[in-house]
């Protein structure tokens, strides 16, 4: 860049000379001259023998030396310079009046002398001859009557009269120094500041001195600006439009060209450049834990006074590199590195990377069994929750009303069919005399009895369940329950009689008639007790058995029956035709009903008694057992389910799998534990080591393989921060968080001023939970990339590497589970103004930007827990029957996140 300075003239002589009195005089080194008076002081002869240079040549001294002795010794010769002819008599002069100082020459410049006469004159003006030396002046340099000045100025030039005592009159001659030919110069900026902003205005001013320091004016100069971008000049100002160093040098116009002076400027508002070649952006680590951090510091423009990362102080090596070991710990691990130049500017950057000693690799071709968390999710079975006492069919909130329901389906009855009972023989039962006129007769013989049990009823069932140590001990009441019965009823009988001829007894066979019946069995109550043993150890098979099976019954009768007559029939007895006619039942056996009652109530319970136990204790075992195996069941599944929408993004279907893997039951309630594992589509470009587990995690207690439940709640759901983490990791890796939100909800009644709040997503690495650092449950996040866009005065779009920790979870409430960020730990933010336009309020955005995300503490993000249908799942249970799970409550323990609630 060059510019023009105004053109300035400088006055004086370029040539020196030198004038002397009587005598040899020498001024400064500067001139050398001879002068002769005439003896009277009237009259000077001056010989100059200065080249252009100043310096008198030998070869011109010597003559002139030669001359002046010559012309000298004539003087003296003729007496001192009179003439040989006879001059008239004049007055002679009066005493001295005034000395007149005469300069050679005026102005000179600065360094170059001026010779100096002294005339005394007397009153009249008459020239008086007498001693007179030049006077002092500050800053005039004297020598003889030689003067002269290095420092530019006007200076009065005054003779004294050291021999005389009266008082005269010194009449000045002025003499004017010149500033000399220029030799330096010096250039200044206004403001004069050791480091300048952009958009700083300045002006650039200078001045030209000659060799002793005379400011010399008016020449002009030529102005270049080297870089000659980034110092914009305009309307004679010079602009700061982008960082660096700067030269300004001002040179003079020929023929003085070789005189120039510069300037630097430094506009330097950044602070050193950080480069960190270890580790990248969003890593993760296994093994030790030992993290070299490695990369280098430089500034283009000052120096870089300090490295630190975190609280520690970095050294670097001469070209600015650096390597300094992090021991990482389990989850989350953050480094700020703040770098200082010398004028205090500061940046930094940071690095977030993920620790710890195992994880779950994830890839494109993973199948779902080789991401599943054994013991991942845990289900809690308290007494309540097995079986509360009060069973709705149209309310399922427990077990055992499941159970209810599914055996209120089923037709026992029909279950159990015919039950086939050997005919019931009564010998010698029946012994009746017959009255016959003239013949001493009776019938004896017995009865036969075939019953045949069908058309079995069997009410509704009522169950009870109650834990116990190593399963459950069950109680069915089966109530009321009837049993069809079909008696046939046979006489098998002969009628005997004494032969009036001969006194002799005598058998004559019947007929054996039988009859027909029906009637029914009534059990007002079916009573089952039984003990089921349940259990699974992690990679075990279940065991489901049932012991001591008890069934009674309650409440038996047989409906009466009124009457059975039988018809003997007609005998030729001793020849006389006899018609033995139609007798009742009850005439060979007394009271039917005791007869049932003593001769069919046995039998018949005895044989029905052991098929309802044969078909009762598989089912009511089965059915307990199956009952609590399809509970398990309904998460012990292969299934593709979505996640809801999170803030307005698409839902991302996932891969479920549950498997048992334990099952204990103690006095207090039952333990479930399941093998579980997500997996959704890739839809990242990242590939981490995995989804994070929690081994290594050494501050923390020790994780048992089994979880143990509290008491309470009776119905609790425990997943592990494993699980968890792998379904934040799958949710991730579907790329269901890489898009843009709109938070603008999040700032209406804030009193941050910004509007229309959108954030862009691209996390390098999920979101993870983890509380094994201090013990807290914090929600963390490493090297993710934020992009902002917001109104604030104007559209604005930031860009933010952001490094998080906070204390939070997973939250329940009602029937809703969720996320929930309760306060922000640690914030670290590097911010870059992407559409270049804040300007000045770049500084407040930086602190309105983590008052912004923190607009995220105390947030929740939560979704409904629908109910469970059970008509697919647990066979029995009508279509559209569905478990409704509410009350919820989160808690949480080591490595473990609890939810708990009731059956609604």
């Known amino acids: 860049m060059r510019t023009r300075a105004p053109r300035a003239g400088i006055n004086g002589a370029r040539r020196g000379r030198a004038r002397g009195g009587l005598g040899f005089g020498h001024g400064f080194g500067f001139g050398h001259g001879f002068g002769f008076g005439d003896g009277w002081g009237s009259g000077v002869i001056r010989y100059n023998a200065r080249d252009s240079t100043g310096v008198i040549p030998m070869r011109r001294l010597i003559p002139q030396l030669i001359a002046a002795f010559v012309v000298s010794s004539l003087v ?51 020239a008086v001859q007498a001693l007179a030396v030049v006077d002092p002046v500050a800053d005039l340099e004297v020598a003889g009557y030689q003067v002269g000045s290095k420092k530019a100025g006007t200076y009065p030039v005054t003779c004294s009269l050291p021999e005389v ?47 002793f320091g005379n400011e010399v004016t008016g020449l002009p100069a030529t102005t270049t600006v080297d870089p000659d971008k980034g110092l914009f000049f305009e309307d004679g100002h010079y602009t700061f439009v982008a960082e660096g160093k700067y030269t300004v040098t001002v040179t003079l116009d020929a023929p003085h060209q070789a005189v120039s002076g510069s300037i630097e400027l430094l506009c330097d508002q950044k602070g050193p450049e950080i480069t960190v070649l270890f580790p990248a952006r969003g890593e993760t680590f296994s093994g030790d834990g030992r993290v070299t951090v490695k990369g280098s510091v430089k500034d283009l423009h000052s120096g870089v006074k300090k490295l630190k990362l975190n609280d520690a102080d970095v050294t670097l090596d001469k070209d600015g590199a650096f390597e300094h070991p992090v021991q990482s710990l389990h989850g989350i691990n953050v480094i700020v ?45 308290g007494q309540s929750a097995l079986d509360d006492g009060v069973h709705d069919p149209a309310h399922l909130d427990d077990i055992a009303t499941i159970v209810e329901v599914v055996l209120s389906g089923l037709d026992l009855g029909q279950m159990l069919g015919d039950i086939p009972i050997p005919p019931i023989e009564l010998p010698d039962l029946i012994n009746l005399g017959i009255p016959i006129q003239g013949i001493q007769a009776g019938i004896k013989g017995g009865v036969t009895i075939g019953i045949k049990v069908k058309d079995v009823v069997i009410g509704s069932p009522t169950l009870g369940l109650k834990c116990r140590d190593g399963g459950i001990a069950a109680t069915v009441g089966l109530a009321p329950a009837s049993f069809g019965l079909e008696l046939t009823i046979g006489i098998n009988v002969s009628l005997y009689g004494v032969n009036p001829a001969d006194g002799q007894m005598y058998d004559f066979p019947l007929l054996a008639p039988s009859a027909t ?11 089952v007790t ?99 195996k399809q509970v398990l069941g309904m998460l012990a599944i292969n299934q593709t389910f979505e996640i809801p929408s999170i803030l307005g993004s698409e839902p991302v279907p996932v891969d479920l799998s549950l498997a048992l893997g334990s099952v204990v039951f103690k006095a207090d309630g039952g333990r479930i534990g399941l093998n579980a594992g997500v997996l ?31 008491p309470l709640p009776e119905l609790q759901a425990g997943v592990r921060n494993d699980l968890i983490n792998e379904v934040l990791f799958m949710v991730w890796w579907s790329g269901m968080l890489h898009r843009e939100f709109d938070l603008s909800s999040l700032l ?108 995220i503490e105390g947030q929740e993000f ?15 249970l009508p279509a559209g029957t569905a478990l409704t799970i509410g009350n919820l409550a989160a808690t949480t323990q080591v490595g473990v996140t609890v939810i708990g609630g009731d059956l609604l």
Not at 98 to 110: F, G, H, W
Not at 169 to 188: F, I, N, R, Y
Not at 683 to 701: N, T
Not at 866 to 873: F, N, Q
Request: glycine residues 10%; negative net charge; hydrophobic residues 40%.
């Open 76 to 126: 003296a010769a003729c007496g001192g310079g009179a003439s040989t002819k006879k001059k008239p008599a004049e007055t002679p002069p009066g005493p001295p009046a005034k000395t007149i100082a005469v300069l050679d020459r005026n102005p000179t410049l600065a360094g170059i002398p001026v010779g100096v006469t002294c005339q005394v004159v007397d009153a009249a003006g008459t």
């Open 748 to 855: 209406s009644g804030g009193q941050i001023p910004i509007e229309n709040l959108r954030l862009a997503l691209n996390l390098l690495l999920p979101p993870i939970l983890d509380d094994c650092v201090e013990r807290r449950q914090r929600i963390e996040l490493a090297d993710a990339w934020i992009e902002a866009k917001f109104t604030l005065l104007a559209d604005q779009h930031l860009g933010i590497w952001l490094n998080m920790k906070a204390t939070g979870g997973i939250t329940a409430a009602g029937s809703k589970i969720g996320i929930r960020i309760e306060k922000v730990d640690t914030f670290e933010a590097e911010i870059t103004d992407i559409a270049g336009n804040l300007g000045p309020m770049a500084g407040l955005v930086d602190s309105l930007v983590p008052m912004l995300l923190g607009q």
């Open 337 to 381: 590195l703040t770098a200082t130049d010398d004028h205090g500017n500061g940046s930094k950057t940071t690095r977030g990377w993920y620790y710890s000693t195992a994880y779950i690799p994830v890839a494109e071709d993973t199948k779902i069994e080789k991401v599943t968390v054994g013991e991942g999710a845990m289900l809690y079975l």
């Open 165 to 211: 005592q009266g008082a005269y009159e010194k009449v000045p001659a002025p003499l004017e120094v010149k500033p000399g030919d220029p030799a330096t110069s010096e250039v200044w900026a206004t403001p004069d500041y050791k480091n300048y902003a952009i958009d700083t205005v300045i002006t650039i001013a200078w001045k030209v001195l000659d060799a």
């Open 862 to 876: 939560s979704f409904d827990v629908p109910p469970i249908d059970l008509g697919g799942l647990v066979p029995g």
């Open 680 to 710: 959704t589509k890739k839809g990242v470009e990242r590939q981490p080591l995995g989804s994070i587990l929690r081994a290594g995690c050494a501050m923390a207690d020790p994780e048992p393989v089994m979880f143990e439940f509290t």
């Open 517 to 527: 019946t029906t009637s029914s069995l009534g059990v007002a109550k079916i009573a």
């Open 530 to 628: 039984v003990d089921i043993d349940i259990d699974k150890k992690p990679g075990q098979e279940l065991t489901v058995a049932g012991k001591d099976f008890q069934l009674t019954l309650d409440g038996i009768q047989i409906d009466p029956i009124q009457d059975l007559v039988f018809d003997l029939g007609e005998l030729d007895l001793f020849g006389y035709k006899i018609k033995l006619g139609s007798h009742s039942l009850s005439q060979f056996v007394g009271p039917i009903n005791d007869f049932l009652a003593n001769y069919v109530l046995d039998p018949v319970l005895n044989f029905v008694t052991q098929p309802l136990i044969d078909l009762l204790e598989p089912l009511v075992t089965g059915l307990i057992g199956d009952a609590l």
